[in-house]
């Protein structure tokens, strides 16, 4: 008599069952070998849901770490992965240190979060747009260049008009603001510009502030134009230009001697150089006079150029000057003698 077909599979049935589980089991573990399960903590990115619109969170958190158990390969992909976690800010408010809930969204399978995350503290405020005036500064101004107000400022593309910058952010950043250009062409002399696609830049506590980098709120700080025209004027400036030494005397020369001549040296000419206002009005360099009281011979002497204005010098600024005193005539000479004294005068006929 044959034996039945499946006589085979419940023959020591308990042995080959034990084979089977030692088998799922070895294969079990070579597979966790390469891929075992792991407790790890990710840091991921936060999403703010359901944010008013005239709200701005300030200072958000960055990345929030969210501890995940998972198989290797599963918790690798998460880290991977756009995942996150969500703060719901539908019924938010302003305010300093709000409290809300933190919710991990998990979309890789496989990955479990193994205790709670949060939850938070935030600071909104309000979300304003302002207009702001844009100043122009000219650092490289030299000294005596007077920039001209009413000719100098920013016009937004072909309009003569002035302009402004509107920037939306949070309450407390738009109203700290102030907008400037930095014109930092050296202006040596009267000048006169118009220069297009000058970046605004922003000032902050006396701080230059990158909105989008040092300012820290969802949504970002925002401004608009980033360029602007620039129309520069200015008076002034330095010049250089020669004019002459004047000499002057004090007293008087000895009897009988008169001043017959005047030497200045290196040259009875200096160069003077200043802001063009102050040196265009200069036409003779003074010094302080010189005295000759009761003398019979020159006077040598060095004196110092006076410009009128410490922005002003003088090359050379001292200057050796000489008076040269000459005999005119003999006060000492002798009266004429030997005259005959008059007479009486004549009686009138009578």
Same mark, same amino acid.
């Given at each position: 008599?044959?034996?039945?077909?499946v006589?085979?599979?419940?023959?020591?049935?308990?042995?080959?069952l034990l084979s089977?589980?030692?088998?799922?089991?070895?294969?079990?573990a070579?597979?966790?070998?390469q891929?075992?399960?792991?407790?790890?903590?990710?840091a991921?990115?936060?999403e703010f849901?359901n944010?008013?619109?005239? !709200?701005?969170?300030?200072?958000?958190?960055?990345?929030?770490?969210v501890? %995940?158990?998972?198989?290797?390969?599963a %918790?690798?992909?998460?880290?991977? @992965?756009?995942?996150?976690?969500t703060?719901?800010?539908?019924?938010?408010?302003?305010?300093?240190?709000?409290?809300?809930?933190?919710?991990?969204?998990?979309?890789?399978?496989?990955?479990?979060?193994r205790?709670?995350?949060?939850?938070?503290?935030?600071?909104?405020?309000?979300?304003?747009?302002r !207009?702001l005036?844009?100043?122009?500064?000219?650092?490289?101004?030299?000294?005596?260049?007077a %920039?001209?107000?009413e000719?100098?400022?920013?016009?937004?593309?072909?309009?003569?008009?002035?302009?402004?910058?509107?920037? @939306?952010?949070?309450s407390?950043?738009?109203?700290a603001?102030k907008?400037y250009?930095?014109?930092?062409?050296?202006?040596?002399?009267?000048?006169t510009?118009?220069?297009?696609?000058?970046p605004?830049?922003?000032?902050?506590?006396?701080r230059?502030?990158?909105?989008?980098?040092?300012?820290?709120?969802?949504?970002?700080?925002?401004s608009?134009?980033?360029?602007?025209?620039?129309?520069v004027a200015?008076?002034?400036?330095?010049?250089?230009?020669?004019?002459?030494?004047?000499?002057?005397v004090?007293?008087?020369?000895?009897?009988?001697?008169?001043i017959?001549?005047?030497d200045?040296?290196?040259s009875?000419?200096?160069n003077?150089?200043g802001?063009v206002?102050?040196?265009?009005?200069?036409?003779?360099?003074?010094?302080d006079?010189?005295?000759?009281?009761?003398l019979?011979?020159?006077?040598i002497?060095?004196?110092r150029?006076?410009?009128?204005?410490?922005q002003v010098?003088?090359?050379?600024?001292?200057?050796?000057?000489?008076v040269?005193?000459?005999q005119a005539?003999?006060?000492?000479?002798?009266t004429a003698?030997g005259l005959?004294?008059p007479?009486?005068?004549?009686s009138?006929p009578?």
């Amino acid at each position: 008599m044959s034996e039945p077909p499946v006589s085979w599979i419940i023959t020591n049935w308990r042995l080959k069952l034990l084979s089977l589980v030692l088998a799922v089991a070895l294969v079990g573990a070579v597979a966790f070998s390469q891929n075992p399960p792991v407790f790890d903590t990710v840091a991921v990115r936060v999403e703010f849901a359901n944010l008013p619109p005239d !709200l701005v969170v300030l200072d958000p958190p960055t990345p929030i770490d969210v501890p %995940v158990a998972g198989l290797r390969d599963a %918790v690798t992909k998460y880290k991977n @992965t756009a995942a996150g976690v969500t703060i719901n800010l539908a019924n938010a408010k302003p305010g300093p240190n709000q409290v809300f809930a933190v919710t991990p969204k998990i979309d890789v399978p496989g990955v479990t979060v193994r205790s709670r995350v949060g939850p938070i503290r935030l600071t909104l405020e309000r979300q304003e747009t302002r !207009l702001l005036d844009i100043d122009v500064r000219t650092p490289k101004a030299s000294p005596g260049v007077a %920039v001209i107000p009413e000719k100098t400022y920013a016009t937004c593309g072909n309009s003569s008009d002035r302009c402004q910058v509107a920037v @939306t952010a949070a309450s407390s950043i738009v109203n700290a603001l102030k907008a400037y250009v930095d014109f930092d062409v050296s202006l040596t002399t009267a000048y006169t510009s118009i220069t297009p696609n000058e970046p605004i830049k922003f000032e902050m506590n006396g701080r230059t502030v990158d909105l989008q980098k040092d300012v820290k709120s969802q949504p970002v700080a925002t401004s608009t134009p980033s360029n602007v025209t620039v129309k520069v004027a200015t008076n002034g400036g330095t010049a250089t230009r020669t004019v002459g030494v004047g000499v002057r005397v004090t007293g008087t020369q000895a009897c009988g001697y008169a001043i017959t001549g005047t030497d200045v040296q290196p040259s009875p000419f200096a160069n003077v150089t200043g802001p063009v206002d102050l040196v265009t009005k200069l036409t003779t360099l003074t010094i302080d006079p010189i005295e000759i009281g009761g003398l019979t011979g020159p006077a040598i002497v060095n004196r110092r150029l006076q410009t009128g204005s410490p922005q002003v010098v003088s090359d050379p600024a001292v200057v050796r000057v000489t008076v040269v005193i000459s005999q005119a005539f003999n006060c000492a000479a002798p009266t004429a003698a030997g005259l005959a004294s008059p007479g009486p005068a004549p009686s009138p006929p009578r």
